[in-house]
C-alpha cells in the first residue's frame, strides 16, 4: 500500500505569516492532489499536480510537486483566518487505489 | 455546495438502533465512494460502488451496509454499532472508478455520527 505522511501534523501561525505543509511518499506520486478540509466537513479540492516539478498556484496557495514526484509542498502566503482548516494530500497509484494523507491542521490566529 | 449532499449533518443513535445515512449526487458521476474519517487517523475507504455495482469493500464490519439503488444515490445503512464506530462519514464521487481527472472526488459535507 502506498502511505502519505504529511509534516506537520499541526500548525499555529500568526496571520500575515507564511507557512509551508509538506506531503510525502515513499513510492512515484502519479497524482497528487490537495484537498482542503473546514473543521467537521468535507473535502474542497484545491489543486492537482501530475508533473515532476509542476507548481501551480490560486489566489495565495501554492502547490509544488518535486522533480522525484515524491514529494509535495503546499504553501502558503500572507495567512488570513479564512486559511484555517485541515490539509490533505492525496494520490492514486498505477491502479485505481488513491490514498490521503495524515492531515495537517492549520489554525491562523489573528 | 459541492453537488454531492449528505443527510443527516448530525446522527446520534444507540447502539441498538437502525439507522441509515444517504449521499445524492448530481454531477452524472459514475463512482460513489464511502469513506470513515476518525480522529488523528487518514480517512479509511469503506466502499466503493462504480456503475451501480459494488466494486470495493475493504474488510468492513457486516454491521455497516452500501445500497447503491442508481448512480446518483448511495446508502449506508446502520445496525448495532459500536463506539468506536462514532465518526465523521463522507460521501465522495467521482467521474470514473479511476482517481484520474482534474479534481479526483468531490466530497460531501460528511455526517457526524456519534453512536451511545
Known amino acids: 500500500s502506498q502511505e502519505l505522511e504529511q509534516s506537520p501534523q499541526s500548525l499555529i501561525v500568526q496571520e500575515g505569516k507564511n507557512l509551508t505543509i509538506n506531503c510525502t511518499s515513499s513510492?512515484?506520486?502519479?497524482?497528487l492532489y490537495w484537498y482542503k478540509q473546514k473543521y467537521g466537513e468535507g473535502l474542497i479540492f484545491l489543486m492537482m499536480l501530475q508533473k515532476g516539478g509542476e507548481e501551480k498556484s490560486h489566489e495565495k496557495i501554492t502547490a509544488k510537486l518535486d522533480e522525484k514526484k515524491q514529494q509535495s509542498s503546499l504553501h502558503i502566503t500572507a495567512s488570513q483566518p479564512s486559511h484555517a482548516g485541515i490539509y490533505l494530500c492525496g494520490a492514486g497509484n498505477t491502479g485505481n487505489q488513491f490514498y490521503f494523507g495524515t492531515g495537517t491542521s492549520l489554525t491562523v490566529i489573528p | 455546495e459541492t453537488g454531492v449532499t449528505q443527510t443527516p449533518r448530525h446522527l446520534v443513535m444507540g447502539m441498538t438502533n437502525k439507522k441509515s445515512l444517504k449521499c445524492e449526487q448530481h454531477?452524472?458521476?459514475?463512482?460513489m465512494y464511502w469513506y470513515k474519517q476518525s480522529a488523528k487517523k487518514p480517512l479509511e475507504l469503506m466502499f466503493v460502488?462504480?456503475?451501480?455495482?459494488?466494486?470495493e469493500n475493504n474488510s468492513v464490519p457486516s454491521r455497516f451496509s452500501p445500497e447503491c439503488p442508481n448512480s446518483s444515490h448511495l446508502f449506508l445503512h446502520l445496525h448495532t454499532l459500536q463506539p468506536e464506530d462514532s465518526a465523521l462519514y463522507l460521501c465522495a464521487s467521482s467521474q470514473s472508478r479511476s482517481w484520474q481527472g482534474s479534481s479526483g472526488y468531490t466530497f460531501g459535507s460528511g455526517t457526524r455520527l456519534t453512536v451511545v
Open positions: 513510492k512515484t506520486l502519479y497524482g
Open positions: 460502488y462504480s456503475l451501480e455495482e459494488r466494486v
Open positions: 454531477l452524472g458521476h459514475n463512482a
